[in-house]
């Protein structure tokens, strides 16, 4: 009987620090998107540094609503050497009818070659009630992006969109952020 209790009590006590040795945080909330409101131009105030964007210094997303429900994405980047690359690519709900998480697929050989290895996931973690800013995230919070319908925002609103980022679990202080034109020209 001693030894059961024994057993017993082990296996509960390995339970617990199987359960406390759990990092995973929760994901992200996200907000759901007025399709129709969101699409336009958006300008990237700051973004988390990522491999697909290591030379932009400015970069802007044009969405368009297609009658398929999909959206059309461009983005565009301008390098420190003041040329501008852009990619073409569809986003769609992950989930029918939701609108808060969607998939990305850029229109690239690799992604022709392995379409499903190339969906990104892009999590609309929150925007504002007159769709002026917006943040994006990915649920493993490896990718942020900071998000206006103009180049530059108060400072106000640019800390209201840290705090919510930070409060979602993002490091902040990782971010890159959008250099100005040195033309004056956005």
């Known amino acids: 009987m001693a030894i059961r209790k024994a057993l ?5 006590a390995l339970a617990l620090v199987g359960c406390a040795g759990n990092d995973h945080p929760a994901p992200p909330r996200t907000q759901q ?3 129709q409101r969101y699409q336009g131009t958006w300008y990237e105030l700051a ?9 932009c210094v400015q970069s802007e997303a044009h969405y368009a609503l297609r009658t398929d429900g999909r959206i059309d994405v461009t983005n ?8 501008w690359n852009e990619a073409k690519g569809i986003a769609e709900a992950q989930q ?4 808060d998480k969607l998939w990305v697929r850029f229109d690239n050989w690799f992604s022709r070659l392995a379409p499903d290895l190339t969906k990104g996931e892009y999590w609309v973690l929150y925007h504002d009630k007159d ?5 994006v995230g990915h649920p493993n919070r490896e990718y942020l992006w900071l998000l206006s319908r103009t180049p530059a925002i108060p400072d106000k609103t640019r800390d209201q969109l840290l705090e919510i980022a930070r409060e979602q679990g993002y490091d902040t202080s990782k971010l ?8 004056g020209v956005e």
């Open 176 to 183: 890159v952020w959008r250099q100005a034109d040195s033309t």
């Open 33 to 35: 998107v007025d399709l």
């Open 131 to 135: 769709y002026r800013v917006a943040l």
């Open 47 to 55: 973004r988390l540094p990522m491999f697909f964007q290591r030379n």
């Open 76 to 83: 565009r980047c301008r390098e420190k050497d003041g040329q």
């Open 96 to 99: 029918p009818g939701s609108t």
């Open 8 to 12: 017993m009590l082990s296996c509960m």
